[in-house]
């Protein structure tokens, strides 16, 4: 999928099995992730939201905007780090797929 000049994103269905772990916590487990692969950047596992413990995030004040995806949320870690995950509650419409779907800053383990 084109995003603009010269920059490129395109998103895959994968079918690893990922553990998101942070301070011996699960945060979450999925055989269903969207790979999304951009210009620029290391592939970002975006997670189905039903396969994230959201009970153990809180919703964070921090927002970013990017022109090719649109305005993300985030989440930190109840009584841990802060912003370590964000989703795209309305992302453009080219990578709809990843709506709401959660990304971890940590690598997730396979």
Do not use: N
């Not at 490129?8 to 055989?31: F, N, P, V, W």
Request: hydrophobic fraction near 35%.
């Amino acid at each position: 999928m084109a995003a603009g000049r010269g920059h490129r994103i395109e998103i895959t269905q994968g079918t690893d099995h990922l553990r998101i772990e942070i301070e011996g916590r699960l945060l979450a487990e999925s055989s269903r992730p969207l790979l999304l692969t951009e210009t620029g950047y290391p592939v970002r596992y975006y997670l189905p939201p039903q396969d994230v413990r959201t009970e153990l995030l809180t919703p964070s004040e921090t927002h970013t905007f990017c022109p090719f995806k649109g305005t993300a949320s985030y989440w930190s870690l109840a009584g841990g780090p802060q912003d370590i995950a964000w989703a795209y509650p309305e992302p453009h419409p080219e990578v709809a797929q990843i709506k709401d779907h959660f990304c971890f800053h940590t690598a997730p383990e396979a």
